[in-house]
């Protein structure tokens, strides 16, 4: 359609996350967040741990070395035999543990390491992970010295995996204990969301009736006080907003039905006291043509201007009373009113437009007054695609049907017109136009409690919809 692009009214809501797994996602975080935490917590706790242990079997074995160290002072025990710790390590040296003596120049005189079982391994990333936070923090060092004398250093230490198995044994536990609570609680949480949520749908459907034009949807009662709130708010808003449409609607359709019954009115006194008048002094030029050729030859070439002046204005009056109101609407109907129309169309566009009508049901049916509003659209309809669409094939379709939201005998009118153009309106010359064009076309539809949207038709031109509720004249159409 020749005319500029109204956005038709969608139901509300978008593809995207609900607010039941928002949540539910959001708890996942905050539990695998507190895992995190809990996770770090056991690693520090072990740590502290494993070099509490190691600075406990230093300090045992510090006190044996130094006993040694005086039993040889006091020639009990030869030197030969230092540093032996055996006789306290094998009671307190653990799985993973190494007990190192470095003498005064930095050689490594003994070395004692007790291996660990790594059948039930850690995951490569928690086994890397705990490499690069744990390096070299579990040593411990001790000096040896006795009476005031510096006999080397010891150093206890534990095997990274050791730490890390055991680390990862505490952290496994607490994964598992995690993901099951995590389960747990998505699971209630979610049923607890639904419920709890369960009055959004009611007010999701109400957005959506209104977004249709449905101004009669109330929410009902919630319990939760927010959803209350929100159901007084959107019932007042409804019951403002259909009292304002219907103030809208009576308006406009005074407005429009003074207009036709103005171009009815007009119409008749041009036809009744112009047309006649102009008739007249048609016959009578005419008449002066005729006396001038057989008695004033001289003035003839004026006769006939006169004539054909003459003629041109009844012409011209003809087709102003024409477009005022076809005398089809009264006479014929709308169904061949619409049918001049589209032949008047193609004829006033040399051809370059073909107008194709299909019609289902008998239109007459229709209330006069509905008749010719719905006229009045095909006719603005097919005059924009005429004039500013280039298209080279337009359709009107009227079809009619029950209206299923209506009470009583309500019937309803729907009235597509489309076209292969590429034209296209700015609203801003729509509103110049005075209500003729979209804007005239939008406010004959709301004046019969109906609603009218353009969208695009495909890659190339428009197409208008409208539909119009109506109470049958003569009985059920067939």
């Known amino acids: 359609m020749a005319m500029a692009h109204s956005p038709l009214a969608r139901p509300l809501g978008s593809p995207g ?155 496994s536990k607490l994964l598992g204990l995690t993901a099951l609570l995590v389960v747990a609680i998505c699971l209630l949480q979610y049923i607890a969301i639904g419920r709890a949520l369960r009055p959004t749908q009611h007010i999701l459907a109400g957005l959506d009736s209104l977004a249709r034009g449905d101004l009669s949807y109330r929410l009902p009662s919630f319990r939760l006080v927010e959803f209350q709130r929100i159901s007084q708010v959107f019932n007042a808003l409804a019951a403002s907003l259909d009292r304002t449409t219907r103030e809208r609607t009576a308006l406009a359709a005074r407005l429009v039905d003074g207009q036709e019954q103005e171009r009815q009115r007009l119409a008749r006194e041009l036809h009744d006291e112009l047309a006649q008048n102009l008739s007249a002094m048609s016959a009578l030029a005419t008449s002066i043509k005729v ?105 009107v379709a009227l079809g009619l049907g029950p209206d299923g939201r209506s009470p009583g005998g309500q019937r309803w009118l729907a009235l597509t017109i489309e076209d292969d153009g590429s034209g296209v309106l700015d609203n801003d010359r729509e509103a110049a136009n005075g209500g003729l064009g979209l804007i005239g076309m939008r406010e004959r539809a709301m004046a019969l409690g109906g609603q009218l949207d353009v969208t695009r038709n495909g890659e190339h031109g428009f197409r208008l919809d409208a539909m119009i509720p109506f109470e049958p004249s003569i009985g059920p159409a067939q």
Do not use: M
């Open 291 to 395: 006396t001038a050729e057989a008695k004033c030859p001289a003035l003839a070439p004026e006769a006939r201007r006169l004539s054909q002046v003459s003629q041109g204005i009844v012409k011209s009056l003809r087709t102003t009373l024409q477009t005022l109101r076809p005398p089809e609407i009264d006479d014929l109907g709308l169904a061949a009113s619409l049918a001049v129309l589209a032949r008047d169309q193609e004829r006033l566009s040399e051809g370059k437009l073909k107008v194709a009508l299909e019609i289902d049901g008998a239109l007459e049916a229709l209330p006069p007054t509905s008749a010719s509003h719905v006229y009045r659209i095909v006719q603005e309809g097919l005059t924009n695609i005429c004039k500013h669409a280039h298209a080279h094939n337009a359709r």
């Open 17 to 171: 996350l609900d607010l039941k797994w928002s949540l539910t996602l959001r708890v996942v975080a905050v539990a695998l967040f507190c895992f995190l935490i809990a996770a770090g917590f056991a690693l520090f706790g072990t740590w502290r741990e494993v070099r509490g242990t190691n600075e406990h079997v230093a300090d045992i074995v510090v006190r044996q070395l130094q006993l040694q160290l005086f039993r040889i002072q006091s020639n009990i025990e030869l030197s030969a035999r230092f540093p032996d710790w055996d006789p306290v390590t094998d009671r307190v040296q653990g799985a993973g543990q190494c007990v190192k003596y470095l003498a005064t120049d930095g050689s490594v005189g003994r070395s004692s390491c007790v291996g660990f079982n790594s059948e039930n391994g850690v995951p490569d990333w928690f086994g890397a992970l705990g490499t690069r936070l744990l390096a070299g923090r579990t040593e411990i060092v001790r000096p040896i010295s006795y009476r005031d004398k510096s006999y080397g250093t010891l150093v206890v230490t534990t095997e990274t995996g050791a730490v890390l198995a055991a680390i990862w044994k505490d952290v």
